[in-house]
Structures are given as structure tokens and as C-alpha cells.
């Protein structure tokens, strides 16, 4: 009998070989690490960004909250903070439901992200819908503002705000 003798196995693998191997697998690695650094970038720009902070939506800020308030007719203030997915998730749906219903000029955006843990904003809508006040206990909230009154507010404190109560109040109160 004979033996056969592969050829294939015979052949010595040139160290070139292993380099080229080593400097394509340190790419891949260095392209994944970036693609992953531009992805949790992406992400943490658009949660630090309201889908309300969009030119359509009329916004307060800080400064100007007492006097923008009193001087509104019928509108929903909603007060919200940046930097949660599951907040944007649900302005994203809300966001929908507004320009469906053609109701984006009856709503203003005040975002209280710069407020960081301080409550100071709760106190300032306390003071300013004393009416209201017991309503008011922490953001994201809805509030319906008729003639410069705050009428109800509907806060986040056992579920979060989400298209579906935006819809009970806008056919709670007939706004259109």
C-alpha cells in the first residue's frame, strides 16, 4: 500500500502571512471602537434634544415664564426635561398626534433640563397656578391654560405623560 503525503500540509506559512492577519484584525477592532463612540454619540444628541424643540413649537424660557404665561389664550404648556428615551419616545408620538390634529400652534414648550434636580420650576408653577397647585408635582407635564389660567394639570408622578393623555385633554377641553 502507499501512503499518500498532502502537499498542502507540507507548505510552511510565511510569517508575512501572520502580520497581515494581525494589522487587518487591530483595523476591524479600531473601526468597531469608533463606529461604537459616533453611535453613543448620535444617541446622547438626539436624547439631549426635545423632538419639541422644533421650530414649529412655541418654547419659553426661564427667564421669561412668568410674563409668557399670563399672556397666553388657549394653549397646553407642556414641561418636560431632556436625556431620558423613554420621555423622547413619547414626545416623538405626541409630536405626531399634534401636527395630525394641526394643534402644534396651541401648545408651548418650556424644557426645564438646566434645572437639573432642583425643583425650582415646580415651585415657580406652583406660584404662578396657585388654582392648580395640589396638580402640580413634577415633570414631564401637561397643563391647560385657558385666558392666562392654568385649568388642569395632569403630571408624571405615578405614569409618565404620553400621547395618550395629550389626547384625553385636547378632547376633554375641545381644543382644536
Same mark, same amino acid.
Given at each position: ?71 397666553? +389664550? ?5 414641561? &418636560? ?6 420621555? #423622547?419616545?413619547?414626545?416623538? /408620538? *405626541?409630536? %405626531? ?50 385666558? +392666562? ?5 395632569? &403630571? ?6 404620553? #400621547?395618550?393623555?395629550?389626547? /384625553? *385633554?385636547? %378632547? ?5
Amino acid at each position: 500500500m502507499k501512503k499518500f503525503k498532502f502537499k498542502l500540509f507540507d507548505k510552511k506559512i510565511p510569517t508575512r502571512n501572520y502580520f497581515i492577519v494581525l494589522v487587518v484584525s487591530v483595523l476591524v477592532i479600531i473601526a468597531c471602537l469608533y463606529l461604537r463612540t459616533f453611535y453613543l454619540t448620535y444617541r446622547n444628541n438626539k436624547l439631549s434634544t426635545s423632538v419639541f424643540s422644533d421650530q414649529k413649537i412655541k418654547q419659553i424660557n426661564t427667564k421669561d415664564v412668568n410674563f409668557a404665561l399670563t399672556e397666553t +389664550g388657549d394653549v397646553l404648556l407642556y414641561v &418636560s426635561y431632556t436625556g431620558n428615551s423613554e420621555i #423622547y419616545n413619547n414626545e416623538k /408620538k *405626541m409630536y %405626531e398626534v399634534l401636527e395630525k390634529k394641526d394643534l402644534l400652534d396651541d401648545i408651548i414648550y418650556w424644557n426645564v433640563s438646566d434645572y437639573g434636580d432642583s425643583t425650582d420650576y415646580i415651585s415657580t408653577l406652583k406660584k404662578q397656578f396657585s388654582n392648580i397647585r395640589d396638580e402640580i408635582t413634577n415633570a414631564p407635564l401637561l397643563i391647560y391654560i385657558k385666558d +392666562g389660567e392654568a385649568v388642569e394639570a395632569m &403630571s408624571s408622578e405615578l405614569k409618565t405623560i404620553d #400621547y395618550k393623555v395629550l389626547n /384625553k *385633554m385636547i %378632547e376633554k377641553y375641545g381644543i382644536e
